[in-house]
Every structure is written in C-alpha cells, then in structure tokens.
C-alpha cells in the first residue's frame, strides 16, 4: 500500500515510517523545506531516510496538500504533524491553532477530494482532558483542556468527526497519551531528564533545571503508539480510541529512575526554575485503553522503569560514540 504521513520528521514519524517499511508499504512523507536541510528525528537514521520518498509541503498551504495527493495518490494517511510543544502555543498560540485546527482541516479537504475511498489517521491528544474529572480517562470522559495546544487538538478531533459523519470517510482519531522514546525531541521533559543524566554522568553537564515536577503523566514507549495507530486504520470501521498504559507517574519519579540508574544522586543536580511553570498546568494524567484492548487486541509492551532506562542508555551510548 501508499502510505503517506504527515509529521514524517517528529518522533512519531520516525517510529510509524520504519514500522510501515517493515510491514512492506511504500512511505512517502511531507517536509518542510527549512535551510539546513535536516530531517529531524530521521536523522539519526540516514538508511531509513534513503527508503522514504519525501515531498515539500506545509500543512497550513492547502495547494501544496493538493499536489501531493494528487501525485502520492495514498491509501491510507497518518496526520501526525503538528506545533506540538504545549509550552509553546501560549506564547505562539495563532501558529499553534493554524498549524493544529486548519492544517488539519487543509488535510482532510485534499483528502476528501483526491482520495475519499483512502483511511486518514488523527493525531489527537490527552492534553484535551486537561483538568480531569475521573481518575482515570476513557473516551466518554469530560474534556476541558488547559492550553491553547489542548483547544486546538479538541477542535481538530471533533473536524475529524465531523467530516466523518458528514461525508462517510474512514477518519479514526487516537486519543494518545504521552509516549516517549529515544527520539524525543529534547525540549519535552522525559528526554530533557534523559539527555541531562547522561551528561552528568559523562561530566559533560552539571544541572539540571526543571519546571513542575509534581505533575503526573501516564507515559508509553513511542514505538507502541504507532503500532496502535496502524491497527486503527486496519479496523474494520473508523473510530476513537485512547491509547494509554494505565499507569501514571510524576516528572519527580521520572528524575529518580533516570539518575538512579547511572548510580547518581539527583539532588545533587536537579533544582526548579520557575520559567518551567506553565501558566495553566495539566497536573495529572492516567488512561484508560480498554476500547483500544478489546476492539484492536492493541497491548503496551514497555514498562516505565523499562522505558526511561531506554531512554539514558540510548543517551548515553550516543554520547560517547
Ligand atoms: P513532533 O516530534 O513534535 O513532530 C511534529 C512533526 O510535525 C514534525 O515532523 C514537524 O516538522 C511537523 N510539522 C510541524 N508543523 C508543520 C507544518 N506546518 N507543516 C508540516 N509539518 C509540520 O511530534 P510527535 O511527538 O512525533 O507527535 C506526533 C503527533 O502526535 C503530533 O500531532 C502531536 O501533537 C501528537 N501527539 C503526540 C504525543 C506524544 O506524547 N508524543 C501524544 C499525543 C499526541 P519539522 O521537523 O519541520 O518541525
Ligand atoms: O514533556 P512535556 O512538555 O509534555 P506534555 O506537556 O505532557 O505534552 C506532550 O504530551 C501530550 C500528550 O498528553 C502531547 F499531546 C504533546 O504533543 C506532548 O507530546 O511536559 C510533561 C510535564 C508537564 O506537566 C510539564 O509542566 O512535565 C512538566 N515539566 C516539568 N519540568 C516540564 C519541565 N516539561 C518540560 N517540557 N520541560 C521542563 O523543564
């Protein structure tokens, strides 16, 4: 099959495209031109790289979307990309809402026009349960999310719905929760712990400043999630779905397994700076993946502990290559 994937160069990307390649599909996927050339997250990879066909557009230029349906022609579409940095869409929240709400808007309508019989992937996001009601969140659960990222992501899920009940087109929204793994980008908190611990470790670094480090995130490993997005499209009807571990654990742990497990302790190097705060913080996240369990026979694979010593080991083998 055609696959075509939106936020090719992201983490999610990275893990969605080797995983696609695997199964025997043919990936093609849209970059921003940007003046270094980079390929983001690929870029640890330049074999997958030379096995993926890429195309310049944006997702906010709606003809540049238009060319390269027309031209890829997909079966099935994964729209990953997104302003993805909660931080970052209160101090870019127009940036935030175009890329997030009309990008996703711009893919839908290319997809509708040039491949209506084709299935579209959303990249939807627990941040849209923000100040949580329930314990633990499910598909029903109340969504009342707390930046200007989360509004975004609610709005373009229920575009998705909308379009899917409108015109009858195979469109599934995953509702995933935070999932990490060695190609994090660095500003996110897990790989900015990782990354920090294994500079330490090295003598590379001496400390580490960190924003909240009660909040409380259910935390997956990447190459999971992906899996999880596949077997949406592979569903014999479109649908939502929470894609979660059903464990949650605060940054503060998170701190304490990374260093712990280079033999470090953490106080030694681990303060708060108060620019880390957020001026509406989502203070806890856990969810509930049953639907997913039982409709898509989707499971995790990756504990935490596992997960974040993935995370330093990887860090710090590439450091000292
Ligand atoms: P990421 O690493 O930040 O990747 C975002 C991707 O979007 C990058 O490839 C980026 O390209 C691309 N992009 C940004 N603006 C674009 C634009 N205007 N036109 C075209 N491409 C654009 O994010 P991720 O962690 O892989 O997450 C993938 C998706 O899942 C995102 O939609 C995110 O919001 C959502 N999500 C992620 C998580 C998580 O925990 N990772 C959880 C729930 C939902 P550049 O390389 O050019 O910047
Ligand atoms: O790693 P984070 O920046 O991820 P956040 O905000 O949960 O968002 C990620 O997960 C969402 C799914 O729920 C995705 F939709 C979104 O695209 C992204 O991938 O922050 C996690 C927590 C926050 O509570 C933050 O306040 O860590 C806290 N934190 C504490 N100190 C910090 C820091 N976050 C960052 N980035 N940097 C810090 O120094």
């Not at 979660?244 to 998170?254: C, K, L, N």
């Not at 509406?280 to 369990?293: F, N, P, T």
Request: contains cysteine; hydrophobic residues 35%.
């Amino acid at each position: 099959m055609k696959i075509l994937i939106s936020g090719i160069t992201g983490q999610d990307g990275y893990h969605l495209s080797k995983m696609l390649l695997d199964e025997g599909h043919s990936v093609h996927g849209i970059v921003r031109r940007n003046s270094q050339k980079t390929y983001g997250a690929l870029e640890y990879d330049r074999e997958l790289i030379n096995k993926l066909e890429f195309y310049y557009g944006d997702v906010t230029d709606k003809s540049s979307l238009d060319l390269i349906f027309k031209t890829v022609k997909p079966d099935m579409v994964f729209h990953l990309a997104a302003q993805s940095f909660v931080q970052e869409s209160w101090s870019n929240p127009e940036v935030t809402y175009d890329v997030n709400i009309k990008g996703t808007l711009n893919m839908l309508n290319s997809f509708r026009e040039y491949t209506p019989e084709a299935r579209f992937y959303n990249a939807c996001s627990s941040e849209v349960y923000g100040k949580v009601s329930d314990d633990i969140q499910n598909e029903e659960s109340r969504m009342w999310p707390r930046s200007p990222y989360g509004i975004s992501k609610l709005a373009a899920m229920w575009t998705c719905i909308n379009y899917r009940e409108s015109y009858n087109l195979f469109v599934s929204n995953g509702i995933l929760f935070n999932h990490e793994s060695p190609f994090r980008g660095v500003e996110f908190v897990t790989r900015k712990i990782s990354l920090a611990a294994a500079r330490i470790k090295l003598g590379l670094q001496d400390e580490l400043k960190l924003g909240n480090m009660d909040a409380m995130r259910d935390w997956g490993y990447a190459g999971d999630y992906v899996r999880a997005m596949y077997m949406m499209l592979q569903a014999n009807e479109p649908d939502d779905f929470v894609v979660a571990t059903g464990e949650s654990h605060s940054v503060q742990d998170f701190v304490e397994a990374a260093f712990g497990y280079l033999d470090l302790d953490y106080k030694q190097y681990v303060s708060t700076d108060p620019k880390y705060l957020r001026p509406a913080e989502v203070q806890y996240l856990r969810g509930d993946a049953s639907k997913a369990k039982e409709k898509l026979g989707w499971k995790p694979s990756i504990t935490f502990k596992g997960l974040v010593e993935l995370m330093v080991k990887t860090d710090l083998e590439r450091l000292s290559d």
